[in-house]
């Protein structure tokens, strides 16, 4: 055997695979979208997580693909984003994706519905129970791809001009309130309002509206809610854990190279960490500040909270009656639920209820 000839064979074919990557990495494109938010800059978490991914996607890519993201109203209003991004006005947006029930209800799924999963359910359903699966084939019919991009946890229930006692309290309610809760309050005499987040606080100031539910604490008290209502409300029944989302339109993720969809992805999975991790961190700081600027808090009564589960899941089944989408999603989506609460049940809520009742009685016992 010539060793020669196979060390200069073999240093060649390593030069050859050394090379090929550094090719691949040259050849990748130049690529700049804008992300059209739903958020105001103002509400640096929510907001913030779209700018994340583009700070990611550029930073894992020697600032070859770079996303550029607006505020909601700069390119267009946040409620229209959806809209924007199928008909190609911008590549991507920032949202939540009940914002477009009016579609259709399905959009629901990928964001929350009532009474449904908290965020880590919601992330095993659409990582690992065949979410994304089912959503991807629904959201194609918009020309959009759909990737989970961030999440609030439990949300709180809103702000309230006059305390809710009773369900007759909910009759003529004019309530900014999002989603598919929206229509179940409406089952209970209310009066839903969708209203962009920057919008919320002079309705509420005006009057036009009686109460306004956003995310909780922080974005709250940020949005200075508390000047214009004393009275606020847990648990957010409609929102358990929601899920944001980042649109791409389906042309110009199709056209991107596999290796900046992968940068994309990992991204939004980064930024979904973030904004849980910034919520967890920032929201009971805002609570207690709220509480001693003199913020009442109060929960939702039992038998309102009952009445409105019972007419969340009339209305799901209704719905699932005569929309074929939201059929195909929810009876899936429902019997991930069952089995993920039975666990739960058996384990995360035990261990939970048990260490809270504890902390509880030894807070009581310092006083």
Same mark, same amino acid.
């Given at each position: 055997?010539?060793?020669?000839?196979?060390?200069?064979?073999?240093?060649?074919?390593?030069? %050859?695979?050394?090379?090929?990557?550094?090719?691949?990495?040259?050849?990748?494109?130049?690529?700049?979208?804008?992300?059209?938010?739903?958020?105001?800059?103002?509400?640096?978490?929510?907001?913030?997580?779209?700018?994340?991914?583009?700070?990611? %996607?550029?930073?894992?890519?020697?600032?070859?693909?770079?996303?550029?993201?607006?505020?909601?109203?700069?390119?267009?209003?946040?409620?229209?984003?959806? /809209?924007?991004?199928?008909?190609?006005? %911008?590549?991507?947006?920032?949202?939540?994706?009940?914002?477009?029930?009016? &579609?259709?209800?399905?959009?629901?799924?990928?964001?929350?519905?009532?009474?449904?999963? #908290?965020?880590?359910?919601? +992330?095993?359903?659409?990582?690992?129970? =065949?979410?994304?699966?089912?959503?991807?084939?629904?959201?194609?019919?918009? +020309?959009?791809?759909?990737?989970?991009? =961030?999440?609030?946890?439990?949300?709180?229930?809103?702000?309230?001009?006059?305390?809710?006692?009773?369900?007759?309290?909910?009759?003529?309610? &004019?309530?900014?309130?999002?989603?598919?809760?929206? +229509?179940?309050?409406?089952?209970?005499?209310?009066?839903?309002?969708?209203?962009?987040?920057?919008?919320?606080?002079?309705?509420?100031? &005006?009057?036009?509206?009686?109460?306004?539910?956003?995310?909780?604490?922080?974005? /709250?008290? &940020?949005?200075?809610?508390?000047?214009?209502?004393?009275?606020?409300?847990?648990?957010?029944?409609?929102?358990?854990?929601?899920?944001?989302?980042?649109?791409? #339109?389906?042309?110009?993720?199709?056209?991107?190279?596999?290796?900046?969809?992968?940068?994309?992805?990992?991204?939004?999975? /980064?930024?979904?960490?973030?904004?849980?991790?910034?919520?967890? %961190?920032?929201?009971?700081?805002?609570?207690?500040?709220?509480?001693?600027?003199?913020?009442?808090?109060?929960?939702?009564?039992?038998?309102?909270?009952?009445?409105?589960?019972?007419?969340?899941?009339?209305?799901?089944?209704?719905?699932?009656?005569? +929309?074929? #989408?939201?059929?195909?999603?929810?009876?899936?989506?429902?019997?991930?639920?069952?089995?993920?609460?039975?666990?739960?049940?058996?384990?995360?809520?035990?261990? /939970? #209820?048990?260490?809270?009742?504890?902390?509880?009685?030894?807070?009581?016992?310092?006083?």
């Amino acid at each position: 055997m010539d060793r020669r000839g196979f060390v200069a064979g073999g240093a060649l074919a390593g030069t %050859v695979a050394l090379a090929a990557p550094a090719l691949a990495q040259g050849a990748l494109p130049e690529i700049r979208w804008r992300c059209a938010s739903s958020f105001p800059r103002s509400l640096d978490t929510i907001y913030g997580a779209g700018e994340h991914v583009g700070k990611r %996607v550029a930073a894992l890519t020697d600032g070859k693909f770079q996303i550029r993201t607006f505020a909601a109203g700069e390119i267009v209003p946040g409620l229209a984003v959806a /809209d924007a991004v199928q008909a190609g006005t %911008v590549e991507c947006a920032h949202t939540a994706s009940y914002y477009f029930v009016g &579609k259709d209800p399905t959009f629901a799924f990928d964001a929350t519905i009532p009474f449904g999963m #908290n965020t880590r359910q919601i +992330n095993a359903w659409l990582y690992a129970g =065949g979410g994304r699966d089912l959503l991807r084939d629904f959201f194609a019919g918009y +020309n959009i791809v759909s990737i989970p991009c =961030g999440s609030t946890g439990a949300q709180m229930g809103g702000w309230f001009r006059k305390e809710v006692r009773t369900v007759a309290d909910l009759q003529g309610l &004019k309530m900014r309130i999002a989603g598919i809760a929206g +229509n179940i309050m409406q089952k209970l005499g209310g009066v839903p309002q969708q209203i962009a987040g920057g919008d919320i606080y002079p309705a509420l100031e &005006k009057g036009t509206i009686d109460a306004a539910e956003w995310i909780g604490p922080y974005d /709250d008290e &940020k949005l200075g809610f508390n000047r214009v209502a004393p009275f606020y409300y847990y648990p957010g029944w409609w929102e358990g854990g929601l899920n944001l989302s980042f649109y791409v #339109n389906q042309a110009k993720f199709d056209e991107l190279p596999q290796q900046y969809k992968e940068v994309l992805e990992s991204a939004c999975r /980064d930024a979904t960490m973030e904004t849980m991790a910034k919520y967890d %961190v920032q929201n009971p700081q805002a609570l207690r500040r709220l509480v001693a600027a003199g913020t009442q808090l109060r929960a939702f009564p039992r038998e309102v909270m009952q009445a409105c589960y019972k007419a969340a899941f009339e209305l799901y089944e209704e719905t699932a009656a005569r +929309n074929a #989408n939201f059929k195909k999603v929810y009876e899936p989506w429902k019997s991930f639920r069952d089995s993920q609460y039975q666990w739960f049940r058996v384990t995360e809520s035990t261990f /939970d #209820n048990f260490v809270y009742f504890m902390h509880a009685q030894e807070q009581q016992q310092r006083r």
